[in-house]
């Protein structure tokens, strides 16, 4: 059982061809993507990073997002591709690709591909096709042993069969930060048209217990069963990390970690049974939370409307 319907993937690691800080709007082009991705309730998100890293995570820190880099030094995009579906084919149902560069798509647009049936999703716009892409966790072992030429494109071509287009009425598939007046224009309209409906989930007492950023570190600890890795990964402090975990385990009366320390083959840290089966009910509860309340909010655009 995977821990989540749908993960997403941002490309940012090519320094010559990725601009994250660009502005679009009154925020960045990475961060606006973030949003974008959180607000369809995609997770978890993995932005892979290198172009203006620094800055990069500083403005994610606090956002809930995994930064994962390429193994190539000056990576082409299919590398980040690769980098971000090997991370996610064990963890989600389907991915969500863009690259940074093309953050000017709607959330609507998300929406309709999240309820297209088929293994890869992508829109389309005037009869051409854009970004962002969704792709059935079935399709990335055949996706990442690809060898051929053109990339992405390669890889998705042999797979043509099983692509499915989505015809959107959303220009912002096809630009990207480069495109000027264009790109600006689409962001006033989507501003001005996409009513969002924003939902955030935690536990709490006196103080927050559980939220975005306990539920990714869970989920690290998971996939690197180290702390550590897991901390490095999410920009989060190891201090932060053990209260945040304390803190939890205490108020659930409940055993997340399984610790093991030393001996010959080193420590070792990953989710108990218990800790596992948190992580999947909650995010399958968050998952029901985001489908109920955005039905809700159609039904109700739909009453003003008449």
């Known amino acids: 059982m995977k821990i989540s319907s749908c993960g997403g993937v941002i490309a940012a690691a090519n320094e010559k061809f990725a601009f994250p800080l660009s502005k679009v709007g009154n925020t960045t082009a990475v961060k606006r993507l973030v949003t974008c991705f959180q607000d369809a309730g995609i997770f978890p998100i993995v932005v892979i990073s290198g172009a203006e890293e620094a800055e990069v995570r500083y403005q994610l820190s606090?956002?809930?997002?995994?930064?994962?880099?390429?193994?190539?030094?000056?990576?082409?995009?299919?590398?980040?591709?690769k980098t971000g579906f090997a991370f996610l084919q064990d963890v989600c149902d389907k991915i969500m690709f863009t690259p940074v560069n093309?953050?000017?798509?709607?959330?609507?647009?998300?929406?309709?591909?999240?309820?297209?049936?088929?293994?890869?999703?992508?829109?389309?716009?005037?009869?051409?096709?854009?970004?962002?892409?969704?792709?059935?966790?079935?399709?990335?072992?055949?996706?990442?042993?690809?060898?051929?030429?053109?990339?992405?494109?390669?890889?998705?071509g042999v797979l043509k069969s099983r692509r499915v287009w989505v015809d959107v009425d959303d220009p912002g598939i096809l630009y990207t930060v480069?495109?000027?007046?264009?790109?600006?224009?689409?962001?006033?309209?989507?501003?001005?048209?996409?009513?969002?409906?924003?939902?955030?989930?935690?536990?709490?007492?006196?103080?927050?217990?559980?939220?975005?950023?306990?539920?990714?570190?869970?989920?690290?600890?998971?996939?690197?069963?180290?702390?550590?890795?897991?901390?490095?990964?999410?920009?989060?402090?190891?201090?932060?990390?053990?209260e945040m975990l304390n803190a939890l385990e205490v108020s659930l009366e409940a055993e997340l970690i399984e610790r093991r320390h030393g001996g010959a083959k080193g420590g070792r840290t990953t989710l108990s049974?218990?800790?596992?089966?948190?992580?999947?009910?909650?995010?399958?509860?968050?998952?029901d939370l985001h489908r109920y309340t955005q039905g809700k909010l159609d039904a109700l655009k739909s009453f003003l409307q008449l």
Request: charged letters at 20%; aromatic letters at 6%; one cysteine or more.
């Open 62 to 81: 606090s956002s809930g997002v995994v930064f994962l880099h390429p193994e190539k030094s000056e990576p082409e995009l299919f590398d980040s591709v």
């Open 178 to 242: 480069r495109d000027g007046d264009t790109a600006g224009q689409s962001v006033g309209q989507h501003g001005g048209e996409v009513l969002r409906l924003t939902v955030e989930m935690s536990l709490k007492k006196d103080v927050t217990l559980f939220d975005a950023r306990a539920k990714l570190l869970l989920l690290l600890i998971w996939k690197t069963h180290s702390v550590k890795a897991a901390c490095e990964q999410m920009a989060l402090s190891r201090s932060k990390a053990w």
């Open 273 to 287: 049974h218990q800790g596992l089966t948190f992580l999947r009910e909650y995010q399958r509860l968050e998952d």
């Open 102 to 156: 093309v953050p000017l798509f709607s959330p609507l647009t998300l929406r309709l591909l999240r309820q297209a049936e088929g293994e890869i999703i992508s829109p389309s716009y005037g009869g051409k096709g854009g970004h962002p892409m969704l792709v059935s966790t079935a399709c990335v072992p055949e996706i990442l042993a690809y060898q051929g030429g053109n990339g992405l494109r390669g890889a998705v």
